[in-house]
C-alpha cells in the first residue's frame, strides 16, 4: 500500500496563490494514478484534478480549470497542486489520493488511499 500526507495549506487572500503537495511512502508511486479532492463541511468530498501515473493526462474540474495546475514528480514521489487565483468558494479540506486502477476518476470511491487533508482557506 501507499501512505499520502498532504502539506502546504494555510490562509490566503482571494486572489492569491497556494501550493499544495502530496508526499508518497510505501509502494512505488508511479504506479498509481493520483487526484485531489476537497471537502467542506456538510457536503459531499467534490473532484478537483487528477493526474495520470506518467503525468502525461491531466484532468480538472470545471470550477477550477484555468486557476489550478496538478503535476507530479515521479523522482521525488510526491504530487502537486498549484492554486491561482484563489476565491473564498475554494476554501475547503483539500485531500490527495491514489488509485491503482483509474486514471482521471472524478468518483472518491475509485481511489484506493487518501492523505489525511489540509485546510485552505481563502478570506474575501
Known amino acids: 500500500q501507499v501512505q499520502l500526507v498532504e502539506s502546504g495549506g494555510g490562509l490566503v487572500q482571494a486572489g492569491g496563490s497556494l501550493r499544495l503537495s502530496c508526499a508518497a511512502s510505501?509502494?512505488?508511486?508511479?504506479?498509481?494514478?493520483m487526484g485531489w479532492f476537497r471537502q467542506t463541511p456538510g457536503k459531499k468530498r467534490e473532484f478537483v484534478a487528477a493526474i495520470s501515473r506518467s503525468g502525461g493526462s491531466t484532468y480538472y474540474s470545471d470550477s477550477v480549470k484555468g486557476r489550478f495546475t496538478i503535476s507530479r514528480d515521479n523522482a521525488k514521489n510526491t504530487m502537486y497542486l498549484q492554486m491561482n487565483s484563489l476565491k473564498p468558494e475554494d476554501t475547503a479540506v483539500y485531500y490527495c489520493?491514489?488509485?491503482?486502477?483509474?486514471?482521471?476518476?472524478?468518483?472518491?470511491?475509485?481511489?484506493?488511499?487518501w492523505g489525511q487533508g489540509t485546510q485552505v482557506t481563502v478570506s474575501s
Open positions: 489520493a491514489a488509485s491503482a486502477y483509474y486514471s482521471g476518476s472524478h468518483v472518491s470511491h475509485d481511489y484506493d488511499y
Open positions: 510505501g509502494r512505488t508511486f508511479s504506479s498509481y494514478n
